[in-house]
């Protein structure tokens, strides 16, 4: 099945520094990527839309230059939370879909990112 | 806009059956689809209906009517493992929309 990663698990950093979190899809092309933010025991908020090689789609109240996605290629996207608060603090998931309207409905999942932000 | 209900929370005892519903509100939508999660870990794909009726995947069915903007996942033979948090969602043509969840709790 289709596999999608993301790294690291889990991060602290120092309020004021910046994150890179990884996503990659394993063993399919990813034509577009989801970013996600989960509060404890709360819904899948989307964040943002990327599709390789373009800009990605934000969703309205999500501030551009605080996360920002970049979608290099079709296996890789990555976010960065730059200059990160505690309020930062969250579950970031990613996940994939692929080529095929077969695929449409169905999201590929990474096992998410704990970012802790003291 | 576009919106989904479900209830916060479920509880069933082990070896039962349990239905988790879901209403939704949209201009368009292509399908209804169902993810679970278990605390800790990533959402994985449950089942999808894209027409009207039942779709029957092992323990788990899932049914849709749009006519009545309404959904529900079918869970039977409840186990323990199934104790984790179920999703509904709007599959739109660029992305899926999801409801607030429905934890579901089971006893033994």
């Known amino acids: 099945g289709a596999v999608v990663s993301q790294h690291p698990s889990r991060v602290i950093c120092k309020s004021g520094t910046s994150v890179k979190i990884e996503c990659r899809s394993l063993d399919f092309q990813a034509t577009t990527m989801f970013w996600y933010r989960q509060f404890p025991k709360q819904s899948l908020m989307l964040m943002a839309t990327?599709?390789?090689?373009?800009?990605?789609?934000?969703e309205q109240g999500v501030e551009k230059d605080k996360f920002l996605i970049n979608h290099a290629s079709l296996t890789l996207s990555t976010l960065t939370v730059t200059s990160a608060h505690p309020e930062d603090s969250s579950f970031y998931i990613c996940?994939?879909?692929?080529?095929?309207?077969?695929?449409?409905?169905?999201?590929?999942f990474g096992p998410g990112t704990r970012l802790t932000v003291t | 806009g576009q919106s989904l209900e479900q209830p916060s929370e479920v509880t069933a005892v082990e070896g039962a059956i349990v239905q988790i519903n879901c209403t939704y509100q949209?201009?368009?939508?292509?399908?209804l689809s169902w993810y679970q999660q278990h605390d800790g870990g990533a959402p994985t794909f449950l089942s999808y209906n894209a027409l009207d009726g039942l779709e029957e995947t092992g323990r788990f069915s899932s049914f849709l009517s749009r006519s009545d903007s309404y959904g529900y996942l079918l869970l039977q033979e409840l186990q323990m493992k199934d104790s984790a948090s179920y999703f509904c969602g709007l599959v739109t043509h660029d992305k899926i929309i999801f409801g607030k969840g429905t934890r579901l709790h089971i006893l033994p």
């Open positions: 990327s599709n390789e090689g373009s800009k990605a789609t934000y």
């Open positions: 996940s994939a879909r692929g080529f095929g309207g077969l695929t449409l409905y169905e999201q590929y």
């Open positions: 949209t201009s368009g939508f292509y399908g």
